[in-house]
C-alpha cells in the first residue's frame, strides 16, 4: 500500500511545483520587460531633450520700394520639349465664302 502512495503522490508534488513555478516565471518576464520599457523611456526622453532645441533664424518683412520685378526663388522648365509652328500664310490656297444659299441647304446656324 505504501507503493501505491508513493506514486499517487508524485503527481501531486509535480502539479503544486508547476503551480508555482510559471507564476513566479511569468513575474519575472514581466518585471524583465517592465524594467526594458523603463529604460527605453528615459532614452526617449533624454534624445527628445537633446533635440527640442534646435537653432531657428527668424527673418522679419521688411518694406521696399515698388518695383516691376520680382525675383522667385524657382525655375520653369517644361516637362518635355515639343515644336511649335507659327501659323503661316500658305495654309489655304483660296478663301471661299459659305453663301446663304448653300448655309440653307446645310442647316448650318452662324
Known amino acids: 500500500m ?3 502512495q508513493a506514486i499517487s503522490g508524485q ?3 509535480s502539479a503544486i511545483k508547476w503551480f508555482l513555478v510559471i507564476p513566479i516565471a511569468l513575474l519575472l518576464g514581466g518585471s524583465a520587460i ?3 520599457r523603463g529604460r527605453e523611456s528615459s532614452a526617449l526622453a533624454a534624445t527628445t531633450m537633446a533635440n527640442i532645441a534646435e537653432p531657428v533664424s527668424v527673418t522679419y518683412p521688411q518694406r521696399r520700394g ?3 520685378d520680382i525675383s522667385l526663388p ?3 522648365q517644361a516637362y518635355a520639349d515639343s515644336p511649335i509652328y507659327a501659323r503661316t500664310n ?3 490656297a483660296h478663301w471661299y465664302a ?3 444659299r448653300m448655309c440653307r441647304r446645310a442647316n448650318c446656324s452662324q
Do not use: D, K, M, V
Request: charged share 10%; no cysteine; aromatic share 14%.
Open 34 to 36: 517592465f524594467w526594458l
Open 98 to 100: 459659305i453663301s446663304e
Open 11 to 13: 503527481p501531486q508534488r
Open 66 to 68: 515698388a518695383s516691376g
Open 2 to 4: 505504501q507503493h501505491n
Open 74 to 76: 524657382s525655375t520653369l
Open 90 to 92: 500658305g495654309y489655304l
